[in-house]
């Protein structure tokens, strides 16, 4: 009798034909292949993915590198006047990590990373994350299905306090090392590469310059504890300009103008200044104070928190109604027209002691086009008789001030360049791909991706934050999640079918391309607007926002198409079913194994009576 690749021998046994090239391996289906993992930034995204890379990967090796001195990724570097979060803090933490005692509506952005801290404390992650450690380059090896990483680190002269850094210094107290990975996850977001305006004179100004971004005035300690208001102490007497009129700026003015003589706000182009689309749960909360900006939980609301399924209803309905708020940056939306309507009648109120003012700062493009901030006191500060609006364009910056088109100068002894970020998604360092390809010349006329997170030629690489995966309208921390998620899937796929690369297809790519390109005609983001999601262009490619809603992007996230990529074999002489292994489980070859896990209760799934 003959069998399948063999006959039947004399002793009852199958004799294989030699033609059978293939080899067993020697290990078990379920004996987890090691795995190297570098993760890029330690803000939400690397914290996030950490997390779960260490919860969901066996035989993991993981190592977290974070460029400053800190986590916490943009709430560790931003540290300006009045930073806040510009959405409800019970919608900007995990799902994982529900924080009951947030102190207000809108919380400031100490207290967000003081939570990210905490975070990082409740789930062991510090060991993992080498701070000062800034990436500088990468290249994919594609014999080995490696990436190369350069990596920029501080050496012991330069912060003695850490045990991880070898002894001996370089010129500028920086060393580089070189380290592997199998897998590569960047966390680095959008909003950490700010950039100084493109204004004439801006070198030659005597009195002191600052970026939002880079706070720092020369007075008390520059270090992460500081207070905002210790930076400041000597403003008094001091004549500010503050250049911008985006979520920066909004939150600055307010802050500064109890403190300082004067405040000039130069203010280039319009936007919508208004609470956000969940103004409701803040008015409820402020017992129906309709012109309430921001609201301060008190021991009675923090004491209901305690109680978890009271807590767990309040969060869902305050992130049912943010996430609901999509419709509304649909063209032709009557919620569209309903919030422009409200806004512009709330701005127009606050606005009433200077009410010429509205008809330089109230747009005429639809709401949420320009990111909607709701800029807690920023109308009411305009209208405060030391601060005055700027809406003529800046002509040069002088050694005493700023110039205007109208040819007033105004004498000033600070500015406040408060002009946003480099979105563009060019990264700062060289990231080399398959063929040698240059990840920012691919990036060239703008970046294209698949679902934002991985792009073809660049093998074994997930990122978060990546180009369109931000949203206009909803829950951003789930939209991480998803994204990390996905990632570890990837990873796991990758350990399990012991696979040396996976790597997304171009056409699944440039059929993603299509469909984004055909949404964006039909939403807010894509009319006439200057805004950082077409990287601070009135008109043109949206850069930063998913082509849908948030509920959306978790959706499109939450099943992989496996489909969508090509795969290379650790061990190109064996066939495709080499991760069979040599027909064991680990349970079969050690003593003691559970043998029957498959009836444990988590693992049964009892179906409904229907």
């Known amino acids: 009798m003959s069998s399948v690749n063999g006959t039947s021998g004399l002793n009852g046994h199958t004799t294989y034909s030699p033609e059978n090239k293939y080899k067993l391996p020697s290990f078990c289906i379920d004996e987890a292949r090691p795995m190297k993992v570098v993760i890029i930034g330690a803000g939400y995204s690397g914290i996030v993915a950490g997390i779960r890379f260490l919860q969901r990967v066996k035989n993991l090796e993981l190592t977290i590198y974070e460029a400053n001195a800190g986590i916490g990724g943009t709430w560790f570097v931003n540290r300006y006047p009045g930073l806040a979060c510009d959405i409800p803090s019970h919608c900007y933490q995990l799902t994982f990590a529900e924080n009951p005692d947030w102190s207000s509506f809108y919380a400031p952005g100490p207290e967000i990373q003081a939570y990210l801290e905490s975070v990082v404390e409740k789930f062991h992650l510090g060991p993992y994350i080498k701070l000062q450690h800034r990436l500088t380059r990468t290249q994919y090896d594609e014999k080995t299905g490696k990436w190369h990483l350069t990596i920029k680190r501080a050496t012991a002269s330069t912060d003695s306090s850490n045990p991880q850094i070898r002894q001996g210094t370089t010129q500028d107290g920086y060393e580089d090392i070189e380290v592997t990975a199998d897998v590569l996850f960047t966390g680095i977001g959008s909003l950490s590469r700010w950039q ?70 130069f203010v280039r182009g319009k ?61 032709g939306n009557p919620l569209q027209q309903g919030a422009r309507e409200i806004f512009e009648k709330i701005m127009r109120q606050k606005l009433s002691k200077k009410p010429w003012i509205a008809e330089h700062l109230i ?31 800046i002509k040069r910056i002088t050694p005493t001030g700023i110039e205007t088109v109208d040819d007033k100068h105004r004498d000033l002894d600070v500015i406040v360049c408060a002009t946003g970020f480099d979105t563009s998604y060019k990264l700062p360092f060289t990231f080399i791909g398959r063929n040698g390809i240059e990840l920012n010349k691919q990036f060239e006329p703008h970046p294209r991706t698949y679902l934002g997170i991985a792009v073809d030629g660049f093998p074994n690489w997930f990122s978060a934050l ?31 079918e012991r696979l040396k690369s996976i790597e997304v297809k171009k056409e699944a790519v440039d059929d993603f391309d299509a469909y984004l390109e055909s949404f964006f005609p039909t939403s807010v983001f894509g009319e006439k607007c200057r805004s950082w999601y077409k990287v601070g262009k009135e008109e043109g490619r949206v850069v930063s926002l998913w082509p849908g809603s948030c509920l959306h992007c978790i959706k499109a996230l939450e099943h992989p198409r496996w489909e969508d990529y090509d795969y290379e074999p650790l061990d190109p002489d064996n066939n495709r079913f080499f991760w069979l292994g040599n027909g064991n489980t680990l349970a079969d070859k050690i003593p003691g194994s559970d043998r029957s896990w498959y009836l444990s209760p988590e693992e049964v799934d009892i179906p409904g009576l229907y």
């Open 271 to 331: 936007t919508w200044v208004s609470a956000s689309f969940v103004r409701e749960h803040l008015v409820t909360l402020a017992n129906g104070d309709e012109s309430v900006d921001n609201y301060t939980f008190t021991d009675k609301d923090k004491k209901k928190f305690r109680d978890k399924e009271y807590y767990r209803e309040f969060r869902r309905g305050l992130e049912s109604d943010l996430n609901g708020a999509h419709l509304a940056t649909l063209r």
């Open 466 to 496: 990546g180009p369109n995966t931000g949203v206009g309208a909803g829950s951003l921390l789930i939209i991480i999640e998803r994204q990390v998620d996905y990632a570890v899937a990837a990873t796991l796929k990758l350990q399990r």
């Open 363 to 393: 747009p005429d493009f639809s709401v949420a086009c320009r990111r909607l901030t709701p800029g807690p006191g920023y109308l009411e500060s305009l209208c405060e008789e030391n601060v005055e609006f700027v809406p003529e364009n």
């Open 196 to 265: 100084w305006p493109e204004i004439e004179g801006l070198e030659t100004f005597q009195g002191k310059v600052i970026h939002s971004a880079q706070w720092e005035t020369g007075e008390g300690d520059s270090g992460a504890k500081t207070k905002w208001e210790d930076t400041v102490k000597s403003w008094g007497e001091k004549k500010i300009g503050v250049i911008g009129v985006g979520s920066s700026a909004i939150q600055i003015v307010p802050a500064l103008q109890p403190r300082v003589k004067t405040i000039s706000n």
